[in-house]
């Protein structure tokens, strides 16, 4: 016999071999039933049999028309399109909604149209059944590992009404590895060939289906997508725009609250710190503050070029060292000026080597005319007595000493 066929769409050609039905029972078997909910199906029947039901002296069974074009031609001997073969006058039951299209004849003289009368379709040749107002219901549930493949109304799918075509839905805590399909009460498993849907990570899903098989390329077969529900996992980094920072969310799927504990950037008020610009929370630097504070940082660092020259040009004027009052006023004045300039001011000063030259062979020179060492032992710890010359040539390095101190500690 044909048992239970379900057609969802497709382009589908159904041709019954020697005195068997298309789509239905064999050769003296019963059609069964067959629902059809959309595509364009064509079912030729073999000699003696009908298109859509019965073989050869096989009755036809129930026929549930919901959507589609369909076409079912009987074979020569005395069947009908949709019904009983020939030999057998059980038609079974025909039903049509109102968005089917349904053609009837024999394969000698196809898509005959099964026309509608009264409110009623006249099945070629012979029958005349009641178009229903509503196509019957049917009811799906969610059956796998967890509930040893069973129906139960704890897993019953819930119809989405708002959805552009047919759909359910169930929301549900599942376990990693468990496996399901979907089943109808009428006990059609979806999908009815395959593997089983098997889940990767225990958490809360929602399970949608799709009888239709139109779910598309990311749907389970056309018809099962699992989508994992939205947990929040908030980051422990901050992120942040020009205005706020905040911790986001990193969990799977659609979240309603995307970002936690978000405020305002928190600055510095002293323009002259890299935290006026600088968020103390998030480190995000403010453009503007920062612009700002760049400002006040050349204006504090302006140098004083003009003192730079002077200094260079009090340095080479020094000339030839020699053992003058006035030689020795050059290297001092050059000196004193140099100490006044500050550190980045100094470092433009490429003729300091110069100076310092100078003040050595001043010193040098010096310690020859006095016809004395470059190094004196002196005992602090009691009287001592030195020529006249000898305290200059001390007062001397001593200013030279000092002077290289202040520029060191300056510098």
Not at 180 to 187: H, P, R, V, Y
Not at 232 to 244: A, G, L, V
Not at 354 to 367: F, G, H, P, R, T
């Amino acid at each position: 016999n044909g048992g239970n066929v379900n057609i969802y769409g497709g382009v589908i050609t159904a041709n019954g071999g020697e005195s068997a039905s298309g789509i239905g029972g064999g050769n003296g078997r019963n059609g069964g039933n067959v629902n059809i909910y959309g595509g364009v199906i064509t079912a030729n029947g073999g000699e003696s049999a009908s298109g859509i039901g019965g073989g050869y002296f096989g009755d036809g069974g129930d026929v549930n028309i919901y959507g589609g074009v369909i076409t079912a031609n009987s074979g020569e001997y005395g069947a009908v399109a949709i019904g009983a073969g020939s030999g057998s006058i059980a038609h079974g039951t025909l039903t049509v909604a109102e968005s089917g299209i349904v053609y009837g004849g024999i394969s000698s003289n196809p898509t005959t149209v099964i026309e509608k009368s009264d409110n009623d379709y006249k099945r070629y040749p012979y029958m005349i059944v009641t178009v229903p107002e509503t196509e019957p219901v049917t009811d799906y549930y969610l059956v796998g590992t967890m509930n040893d493949w069973t129906i139960s109304d704890n897993y019953k799918l819930t119809k989405n009404e708002a959805a552009t075509g047919e759909e359910y839905s169930i929301e549900l805590n599942l376990a990693a590895n468990d496996e399901l399909k979907i089943k109808s009460d009428g006990g059609t498993r979806y999908p009815d060939q395959g593997d089983n849907y098997v889940v990767t990570a225990g958490a809360d899903y929602i399970v949608f289906f799709r009888p239709n098989f139109d779910g598309g390329d990311d749907w389970y077969y056309g018809c099962i997508y699992v989508m994992r529900k939205h947990q929040h996992d908030y980051s422990t980094d901050w992120t942040h725009d020009e205005n706020t920072h905040w911790h986001a969310c990193t969990g799977e799927g659609a979240c309603d609250a995307p970002k936690a504990d978000e405020a305002a950037h928190t600055y510095g008020d002293d323009i002259t710190e890299t935290a006026y610009y600088t968020c103390s929370v998030c480190s995000h630097e403010d453009s503007q503050r920062k612009a700002e504070y760049d400002s006040v940082q050349a204006e504090n660092t302006e140098l004083d070029q003009e003192a730079v020259n002077a200094v260079k040009e009090m340095i080479a004027a020094i000339g030839a060292v020699a053992y003058t009052p006035e030689c020795k006023a050059k290297i001092s004045e050059a000196r004193a000026a140099y100490a006044e300039l500050s550190g980045v001011e100094k470092d433009l000063v490429d003729n300091y080597d110069v100076l310092m030259a100078a003040e050595d062979a001043y010193l040098d020179i010096a310690e020859r005319k006095a016809g004395v060492k470059k190094h004196y032992e002196i005992n602090c710890g009691g009287n001592i007595t030195l020529p006249a010359i000898g305290l200059m040539l001390i007062a001397i390095a001593v200013s030279f000493v000092v002077f290289r101190k202040r520029e060191k500690s300056v510098k």
